[in-house]
């Protein structure tokens, strides 16, 4: 088996996830935002997934990813079909996880370099 060097300074990370905040690389982030490997974009304004309309899924849109991880809190909670619906019409992959399973997903992926976009509710 080879094995290789992973350097986790190339790319926004998360370090822990907790009930009430996640820590990206060294930063407790305590309200819901977005995160792609070359960058977090706070403030995002969705606390429950019924909030999620297609206000919400713009900016996430925005990054072009080529799979979104929305992880929901302690528990997994699905969306509207509708919001299921909108990214799977563009051809982009949605996987929906509670905030731990969505932190070790985008981690894996982003360390693969795959254009990964993880949005967590807080």
Do not use: C, H
Not at 85 to 106: C, H, K, P, Q, Y
């Amino acid at each position: 088996m080879q094995l290789s060097l992973n350097r986790p300074g190339e790319y926004l990370f998360v370090r822990k996830v907790g009930p009430e905040a996640i820590t990206v690389v060294d930063r407790d982030l305590a309200g819901s935002f977005i995160l792609a490997p070359d960058r977090a974009i706070e403030g995002w304004p969705v606390t429950a997934v019924n909030e999620i309309d297609e206000a919400a899924v713009a900016p996430i849109l925005e990054l072009k990813p080529a799979v979104v991880i929305l992880g929901t809190g302690a528990r997994i909670v699905f969306p509207a079909q509708s919001v299921l619906a909108e990214f799977l019409s563009r051809g982009i992959g949605i996987e929906v996880m509670d905030n731990a399973a969505a932190a070790r997903t985008f981690n894996l992926l982003a360390g693969e370099g795959r254009r990964v976009v993880a949005a967590f509710l807080l």
